[in-house]
């Protein structure tokens, strides 16, 4: 079993190309839904895509884990602005636990993955606010298909859109 407590990672080719083409196309097909930044196409436990998602999304996640989790939400988002830092704490039933990013594309154009990247910090969100300073733990370049992934109450952000618009990924909070 991995330690998530305050740590982050990545893990390259985590979802293959034909399998990543046909997620997206699927949850493109949900609802959207306008989110600071842009929008998104979301999934929880109440959706009727769930067991859908649950097999082709959180199983190998859940396997690459080594431990079954729970979903807050699951989305395909769409940014057109970048967020500003924060970290990926949402009401649920337990204890937030892992969030996890599979970078799609860039501008809608799946060889521009590289352009951009997500900053993971060390501060953990503790509900007293945004820290002062931020001291970065690791800066993960998007490749499409990998697994970005940090222990939920960290601070992150998704870097600076520079040379480009649009940034588009699948997203995962999980609680356990």
Request: with cysteine; aromatic share 12%; net charge negative.
């Amino acid at each position: 079993m991995i330690d998530i407590q305050g740590r982050s990672g990545q893990v390259s080719n985590f979802i293959p190309e034909i399998e990543l083409l046909k997620i997206i196309r699927i949850m493109q097909a949900f609802q959207m839904m306008p989110v600071d930044g842009g929008f998104c196409h979301t999934v929880d436990s109440q959706h009727k895509g769930y067991i859908w998602f649950k097999n082709h999304v959180m199983a190998p996640v859940e396997n690459y884990f080594d431990r079954e989790l729970k979903l807050i939400c699951g989305m395909y988002l769409d940014l057109h602005e970048p967020l500003s830092t924060h970290s990926d704490i949402r009401p649920c039933e337990g204890t937030p636990l892992v969030s996890c990013l599979i970078p799609c594309s860039v501008d809608y154009q799946a060889h521009l993955c590289s352009r951009a990247s997500t900053d993971v910090f060390n501060e953990l969100d503790t509900g007293q606010g945004p820290p002062a300073q931020f001291n970065l733990q690791a800066s993960y370049a998007w490749n499409r298909g990998d697994l970005i992934w940090w222990h939920t109450p960290l601070f992150h952000d998704i870097g600076i859109f520079r040379d480009f618009k649009t940034k588009q990924g699948i997203v995962l909070h999980t609680y356990e």
